[in-house]
């Protein structure tokens, strides 16, 4: 399954709303997650079950979506939510990632 | 708080061996019903999902890899290993070892690895 992720780079300003996309090439249910990536750093659990946030993570962190179209959204940029998203299916083995989305300071 | 850290060499010949090691702590692999993974990242390739195992052994392999690797645990040293066969400059990348919170999700990550694979 390929998983497509939209756009590749969104600038967004501290405080407004960032909406992820991404789109998997055949239904996957809800068998998603997402996850941040900052430099340098591991990737970090955010969503998983397409909308089920992971512990510890602000509720500024919403996901949504079933089937193939999925959305990741924030809905108050923070300094530190500026990093690479991955979205991520489970669904059928072994599991594909999407090439992400950069999210930068505009 | 769960921690794992990745260990090994970093640099390997190129149709040599490839073998990390992931120590665990702030927790029991033993005691846990959950499976450790092993992911790698390459800017050419992303995330790829390498393979997985219980305390018990019990493996599952991603099918594009599954000749070349293994995945063993050692319950005694709280830790798991990753070996990678006939190693090629394809396999340069990040290696991170992870905790399965289910399925294929992974909720707890090392820092990484970073393997270069070259003469």
């Known amino acids: 399954i390929v998983m497509t992720q939209s756009p590749a780079t969104l600038s967004v300003s501290p405080g407004e709303r960032a909406t992820l996309s991404c789109r998997a090439s055949?239904?996957?249910?809800?068998?998603l997650a997402w996850y941040q990536q900052k430099p340098g750093q591991a990737p970090r659990l955010v969503i998983y079950?397409?909308?089920t946030r992971a512990t510890g993570l602000p509720d500024r962190f919403s996901g949504s979506g079933s089937g193939t179209e999925f959305t990741l959204t924030i809905s108050s940029l923070q300094s530190e939510d500026f990093a690479v998203y991955y979205c991520?299916?489970?669904?059928?083995?072994?599991?594909?990632f999407g090439q992400g989305t950069k999210v930068e300071i505009k | 708080q769960l921690q794992l850290q990745e260990s090994g060499p970093g640099l390997v010949k190129p149709s040599e061996t490839l073998s990390l090691t992931c120590a665990v702590s702030?927790?029991?692999?033993?005691?846990?019903?959950?499976?450790w993974a092993w992911i790698r990242q390459t800017p050419g390739t992303g995330l790829e999902w390498i393979g997985s195992?219980?305390?018990?052994?019990?493996?599952h392999y991603n099918p594009s890899l599954k000749s070349r690797v293994t995945v063993s645990v050692d319950t005694s040293k709280n830790q798991f290993s990753l070996t990678l066969t006939s190693a090629t400059a394809a396999d340069t990348a990040v290696y991170y070892c992870?905790?399965?919170?289910?399925?294929?999700?992974?909720?707890?990550w090392g820092r990484g690895s970073l393997v270069t694979v070259s003469s």
């Open positions: 992870a905790r399965v919170l289910r399925q294929l999700i992974f909720d707890y």
């Open positions: 702030g927790g029991s692999i033993s005691r846990s019903s959950n499976y």
């Open positions: 195992i219980y305390f018990s052994g019990n493996t």
């Open positions: 055949q239904s996957v249910s809800s068998n």
């Open positions: 079950a397409a909308s």
């Open positions: 991520q299916q489970y669904n059928v083995w072994p599991g594909t």
